[in-house]
């Protein structure tokens, strides 16, 4: 038998953390010490000792617009799939998609290459079904699939953008040979559901069973690739199930994919936070689809149109004339059902039956609401049709639909009776109206290609204001049963005038004449041509998104394998891992700049540590989240010494940026602190330079979130930044100029619903309501705020002086802002002669909290303030009002413009102006207003100190109503003489 002195030449043991070598000890104890050290290492956080390298991004074939990193790559032989003919790659891609959720997250990646699906699986849904007419009882019903993402995991490949490629698909191809002419292609049942939005009510409705290709849990990404079914034949269409399909929850997102020839592409069912973008499509029966979406679904620059299955170059791919025969016959670009407050910008349609339609669930009346920046579609039989909106209506800015001879841009079938505003639209061809009421609205538009009549309306009330006719006749019908036409400098204009106006040249409208046929009963019409109300139109052409999309210089990437917490628990970590994280970036920058890669877990970083220049900090994903798995941050942080003035946690150094990780205060209502009292911290990420940027950012609870004021941070970039913050969410200025904050998605929600795995719940409605501000925008020039939305904010988006520089706000531009449930919506406390804001497609909502007086407009905090200059001057075209306001808007100072607008709830007064000037023009006031005129039960109240109110062609459920302290200084088309007091 050996004794221990055989091991005394063999056995060092510094492997095992001990530096002496073995001679004379007994078996016995090298064994102990040995079991000891497994032990101990089974209890220590995973990667606390591993060597860390910086090695290069994964490798491309095309251009990406981020460093493409992956733990889990398909190809590997651990997974096994293959770019070969006949190979069923189901079984592969689910292991390595398995693999990245048993790790906690990541990105599952697919080289460039044809990849085959020959098989599916199978999966139950239980529904609760009708029986009976009030009873209820719970069936489980089967579907097939092929693919399934859970949670926190991306698939994403090698995409060529075919519009760059003369339409050729390229790179990362799926092909789909399993689902043809599936018997439950797009399955439904007739069922009851709860309606979180309306105190849980019970609706009746139908759930989707329907089989499908990729089904995508809660927090998935499918991105970077292509899909093409094969064995599709244009001369014998069959059906195929879903190609993605978001079943329910939230955060399911398509980017960067081209959709060769689906039959039905993205489905999204009782959902929030679907986010479709920098996509093509070809579907052969519908594009896109949304049912129930509660806060907020977006689609940003999709384009739908058969040539990117005619010019793809795949094998058996038909003519485009072929094609859009086809898809003009059978085809909807988007069926948009009930959707609260959807975001669509960039939207091209062309060659469908239908390029979008818009109305009311199945089963039931709930309907959506939405606004449409740069939506465009053209060459289909019907452009948009609308069978239903909800009282908060539909924005359409900056639009163009077109329809060819014979066919119809837009069309209201009979169930509309709301609002719909159309600013800054070219329509080509026919709008016909068979709504049974409503308001449709026209600011600023175009009319051209129509045979009969370009506006032939059968019901309700029409609005057109300083629109064109391009043909001199024929302009508007009117039907029986039409109840008012207003309009000012609309009609054919033949040759314009050009004359200054506010300082600048444009085409006066006012010699404008238009073409009647009015067989209504008792339509009230109204016709105003006047120079005095020319005004100028919404801005065109304006930039929503950054040139050249932000990302290190190098790919270099450092995987920061620190001690972190893992596993689907709720197991929080507990070694502080700043000072290591501050190594690795500046290894890093060392290196000449790259990313530092967080892999999933959850990190304890409870000191600050700074990101440098030409850094990234990057976690697991591609793509927007809520607090699902992936790399988080967690931290105690609080400021040190200095509290709340201290240090922010992360600091980004000029170019630097943060990427796709969560962030979550554990102690934000501990020790004494609560949620009705959360503890003040310092911003959790501040900006220290030029072109930083924040992408793909989830705060799940949070004291502050964003500082980009404390220095100047020209050139800054913020794109999804979602969470919950106690006190502030961005603020901005330090004379910043060029920047971009867009998609932030502020929602208490992100506090109260998250999963599992340490996070704190927490419940910071009331508080946030009385005292955060959302987005604040201080000494900023040129600053472009696209898509934000705010829920339960104080103040939804503030203006205000500068504390470091001491100046106001200047020039910017705002594109479909939401505040929901605010107190101020959209409040100025200062402005100088410098500040112009312009706002378009706003959707402001007040709800009932805590304040006595609540509005979606304040300008200047009281009356007559010197803090807002006379000069200074908010535009907001194309805007939707609703909720509890006690006043509509209160106008402290300044100018303010009302270019369009639905007060769906207007308070009393509606407009109270104390000390500005205030100009309304081609507006719904929907509110009725109870008993006479007196004293604030109006829609127009000019107080002593106010300058004047001017209410040109707008329409007022009750009649025009005014209180005047100043005679003579209420004016406007909307004034008959006998109101003149």
Same mark, same amino acid.
């Given at each position: ?6 091991f005394?030449?063999r ?11 073995v ?6 104890a ?5 079991a ?6 089974a209890?220590?956080?995973p ?39 006949g190979?069923d790659?189901?079984?592969a891609f ?9 790790n906690?997250?990541g990105v599952?990646?697919?080289p ?10 199978t ?42 490629h ?36 019970l609706?009746?409705t139908?759930t ?9 849990e ?9 899909i093409?079914y ?7 269409v ?7 399909f978001?079943?329910?929850g ?6 960067h994919?081209?959709?060769?020839n689906a039959?039905? #592409? /993205?489905?999204s069912?009782? !959902?929030?936070?679907? =986010? +479709?973008?920098?996509? $093509? ?5 519908? *594009? ?7 806060d ?11 040539k ?14 072929k ?9 909807? #670009? /988007?069926?948009m059902?009930? !959707?609260?407050?959807? =975001? +669509?910008?960039n939207? $091209? ?5 239908? *390029? ?9 009346s ?35 639909f077109?329809?060819?001879?014979? !066919?119809?841009?837009? =069309?209201?079938?009979k ?8 600013n ?7 709008i ?40 001199p ?8 049963d ?7 400098n609309s ?10 106006h506010?300082?600048?040249?444009v085409?006066?409208?006012?010699n ?24 100028d ?5 304006i930039i929503t ?9 190098s790919?270099n ?19 502080d891992?700043?000072v ?22 959850r ?21 927007q ?5 992936g790399a ?6 609080s ?9 922010s ?6 170019r630097?940026?943060?990427?796709g ?5 554990l ?5 004494g ?11 959790l990420i ?30 800054h970039?913020v794109?999804?930044l ?8 961005i603020?901005?200025?330090g ?6 904050i ?12 998250m ?7 927490i419940s ?23 898509n ?6 104080f103040y ?41 804001i ?7 909502v ?15 905090k ?5 803090k807002v200059?006379?000069d ?5 075209y ?11 808007a ?8 009302f ?31 109870p ?5 604030d ?9 106010g300058?004047?109110?001017?209410l ?8 025009y ?5 100043k ?9 008959v ?5």
């Amino acid at each position: 038998m050996k004794t221990a002195d055989h091991f005394k030449s063999r056995v060092n043991l510094k492997k095992f953390g001990i530096t002496k070598t073995v001679s004379k000890l007994g078996k016995m104890a090298i064994i102990t010490i040995i079991a000891l050290f497994i032990a101990n290492m089974a209890n220590a956080q995973p990667g606390a000792n591993k060597k860390q390298a910086i090695k290069p991004s994964i490798k491309t074939l095309y251009p990406t617009k981020d460093w493409v990193i992956s733990d889990f790559v398909v190809t590997n032989k651990k997974f096994g799939a293959k770019a070969k003919p006949g190979f069923d790659n189901r079984a592969a891609f689910q292991a390595a998609i398995d693999s990245a959720y048993k790790n906690g997250g990541g990105v599952v990646y697919v080289p460039a290459g044809h990849y085959e699906f020959r098989s599916s699986q199978t999966a139950t849904k239980s529904v609760r079904v009708r029986q009976g007419g009030t009873e209820q009882t719970t069936k489980d019903f089967n579907y097939q699939y092929v693919l399934n993402i859970p949670t926190s995991v991306q698939l994403r490949g090698d995409w060529a953008d075919p519009e760059l490629h003369k339409g050729k698909v390229l790179g990362t191809i799926l092909e789909v040979r399993v689902g043809k002419n599936s018997p439950n292609y797009n399955g439904t049942v007739s069922s009851w559901w709860n309606d979180s939005q309306a105190s849980n009510a019970l609706r009746t409705t139908y759930t989707s069973i329907a089989d499908r290709f990729i089904n995508m849990e809660p927090g998935t990404g499918v991105t970077n690739l292509s899909i093409w079914y094969p064995e599709q034949s244009i001369n014998d269409v069959k059906p195929y199930p879903w190609t993605l399909f978001q079943p329910g929850g939230d955060c399911a997102t398509i980017e960067h994919v081209t959709l060769v020839n689906a039959y039905n #592409g /993205f489905y999204s069912a009782p !959902s929030e936070l679907h =986010y +479709v973008l920098n996509s $093509y499509i070809t579907a052969l029966s519908t *594009g896109l689809e949304v049912h129930v979406c509660t806060d907020i679904g977006r689609i940003e620059n999709v384009k739908i149109d058969p040539k990117y299955w005619a010019n793809s170059g795949l094998r058996g791919s038909p003519s485009l004339a072929k094609v859009t025969a086809y898809t003009k016959a059978n085809a909807t #670009g /988007f069926n948009m059902h009930r !959707s609260d407050w959807e =975001y +669509v910008s960039n939207f $091209y349609v062309s060659g469908y039956n239908k *390029g979008m339609w818009v109305g009311r669930e199945p089963g039931f009346s709930d309907s959506p609401n939405a606004q449409f920046y740069e939506m465009h579609i053209k060459n289909c039989d019907t452009g948009i049709y609308v069978q239903a909106v909800n009282p908060y209506g539909l924005l359409f800015s900056n639009s163009s639909f077109g329809a060819e001879k014979g !066919s119809t841009a837009v =069309y209201f079938y009979k169930d509309f009776k709301t609002s719909t505003q159309f600013n800054g639209v070219d329509f080509t061809g026919p709008i016909v109206s068979d709504g049974s009421d409503g308001v449709i609205s026209f600011e600023s538009c175009t009319f051209s290609n129509y045979s009969d009549y370009a506006l032939k309306v059968n019901n309700g009330k029409v609005l057109l204001t300083q629109c064109d006719f391009k043909k001199p006749d024929g302009h508007v019908y009117l039907g029986a049963d039409v109840n008012t036409l207003k309009s000012m400098n609309s009609g054919y204009m033949g040759k314009l005038v050009n004359a200054g106006h506010n300082g600048k040249l444009v085409n006066l409208s006012y010699n404008s004449k238009l073409d009647i046929k009015n067989d209504s009963k008792s339509a009230k019409v109204e016709i105003n041509n006047n120079k005095e109300y020319v005004f100028d139109p919404i801005p065109k052409n304006i930039i929503t998104n950054i040139k050249v999309y932000p990302k290190p210089l190098s790919n270099n990437v450092l995987k920061a394998d620190l001690p972190r917490a893992t596993g689907y628990n709720n197991n929080r970590p507990t070694e502080d891992v700043s000072v290591q994280l501050q190594k690795a970036l500046n290894k890093v920058k060392a290196a000449g700049g790259g990313t530092v890669y967080l892999p999933a877990g959850r990190y304890l970083v409870n000191n600050p540590v700074k990101v440098p220049s030409g850094v990234e900090l990057r976690g697991t994903w591609d793509v927007q989240h809520y607090t699902q798995g992936g790399a988080t941050i967690f931290t105690n942080y609080s400021g040190g010494a200095a509290g709340e003035k201290g240090a922010s946690l992360i600091q980004l150094g000029a170019r630097a940026g943060i990427r796709g990780v969560i962030i979550a205060q554990l102690n934000l209502a501990t020790d004494g602190f609560s949620t009705s009292n959360p503890r003040p911290t310092p911003f959790l990420i501040q900006g220290q330079g030029p072109k930083v940027y924040i992408v793909n950012l989830t705060i799940g609870g949070g004291d502050k979130g964003i500082d980009l004021a404390s220095y100047n941070t020209s050139g800054h970039y913020v794109d999804y930044l979602g969470g919950v913050l106690a006190r502030a969410g961005i603020w901005v200025g330090g004379g910043a100029t060029g920047g971009f904050i867009r998609n932030m998605q502020l929602n208490p929600g992100y506090g109260t619903r998250m999963r599992s795995q340490g996070y704190p719940e927490i419940s910071l409605t009331r508080f946030v309501q009385s005292n955060c501000s959302a987005l604040k925008f201080a000494d900023v020039k040129n600053e472009t705020i696209f898509n934000n939305f705010v829920y339960g904010s104080f103040y939804g988006i503030h203006f205000l002086k500068d504390a470091i520089t001491g100046k106001d706000p200047g020039k910017m531009t705002v594109i479909g802002h939401g505040s929901d449930g605010c107190s101020f919506s959209f409040f100025v406390e200062d402005a100088d002669k410098n500040t112009k804001i312009t706002a378009v497609n706003s959707e402001l909502v007040c709800t009932k909290t805590a304040e006595l007086v609540r509005s979606y407009v304040l300008m200047g905090k009281e009356a007559n303030t010197s803090k807002v200059d006379p000069d200074a001057k908010i535009t907001l075209y194309n805007t939707a009002f609703w909720g509890s306001p006690t006043i509509a808007a209160i106008i402290n100072s300044g100018t303010v413009r009302f270019q369009q607008a639905n007060f769906q709830s207007s308070g009393a007064p509606a407009i109270d102006n104390r000390g500005g000037k205030v100009y309304v023009y081609s507006s719904y006031f929907s509110h009725k207003m109870p008993g006479e005129a007196t004293g604030d039960n109006v829609y127009a109240k000019l107080q002593a100190n106010g300058t004047s109110i001017e209410l040109t062609n707008n329409y007022y459920i009750s009649g025009y109503r005014e209180n005047n302290a100043k005679p003579g200084m209420i004016n406007g088309s909307d004034i008959v003489p006998t109101d003149k007091k």
